[in-house]
């Protein structure tokens, strides 16, 4: 798993993200934190569409219980600010009542039977200590709201397939040039899917590279005046 380059997100992926419906009012930018699959992942990948699938149907059939744990996640602010301007003994009672949403959380959690996928796993301030534990609560939060956004905005799962480059019958060739404006959203759609999110418009199927890495496509390419090219 290798991440996708800043320069991508910001000139492809960027305006759809600022079209999602986002129910939470700190943490956008944790969307732009992508990564994408090689050859020989499919499994992770398709584990990743199962995770978010099993989460959408939980979440489809427990309205009001989705919307109590939105407003418990909203609880966890970004503290970082208060936890670095106090003193280095006195931010007892900011751990101890961050430690209680934590507790109430993961309480709820397991009386719901949330279905969250195994990486977003709750904090333990006992195993952690107070300030890892700080800051394992600000990773338990970016996660989950990254999780639920996109189960929120994503329902469309791709088939995997071994073979060279790309599908729906587009194929990228080094030195060409291609316009933005045609591709932007086939390629927002590809690019979600190979890092295990599911798409927002409807692709049947992609492929993960074989013979060519992603990066030979994707990470080596130029923009100038909305038109794109690929270089080998």
Request: hydrophobic share 40%; aromatic share 18%.
């Amino acid at each position: 798993m290798k991440p996708i380059a800043k320069k991508i997100v910001e000139h492809i992926m960027e305006d759809l993200f600022y079209r999602l419906n986002f129910p939470f009012e700190w943490g956008r930018e944790s969307l732009y934190q992508l990564y994408f699959y090689e050859k020989g992942e499919e499994i992770i990948v398709e584990e990743s569409f199962k995770n978010y699938k099993t989460f959408q149907i939980w979440m489809s059939t427990h309205n009001m219980i989705f919307s109590n744990f939105i407003e418990k996640l909203k609880n966890i602010r970004d503290i970082r600010g208060d936890f670095l301007s106090f003193e280095r003994s006195s931010p007892k009672n900011l751990i101890k009542d961050l430690n209680n949403i934590i507790e109430d959380i993961r309480i709820f959690i397991e009386k719901n039977r949330i279905p969250l996928p195994p990486d977003i796993y709750i904090p333990d301030i006992n195993i952690l200590g107070p300030e890892n534990f700080t800051w394992e609560v600000l990773s338990f939060y970016i996660k989950s709201i990254r999780f639920i956004t996109f189960s929120i905005n994503f329902f469309y799962y791709p088939k995997i397939y071994e073979e060279i480059i790309l599908s729906n019958n587009r194929k990228y060739f080094p030195n060409h040039s291609y316009k933005l404006i045609d591709e932007k959203k086939y390629l927002q759609d590809l690019i979600l899917s190979w890092a295990g999110i599911p798409s927002q418009s409807y692709i049947k199927e992609f492929y993960l590279p074989k013979d060519i890495k992603l990066e030979d496509g994707l990470e080596h390419f130029t923009i100038k005046d909305e038109i794109f090219i690929f270089h080998k």
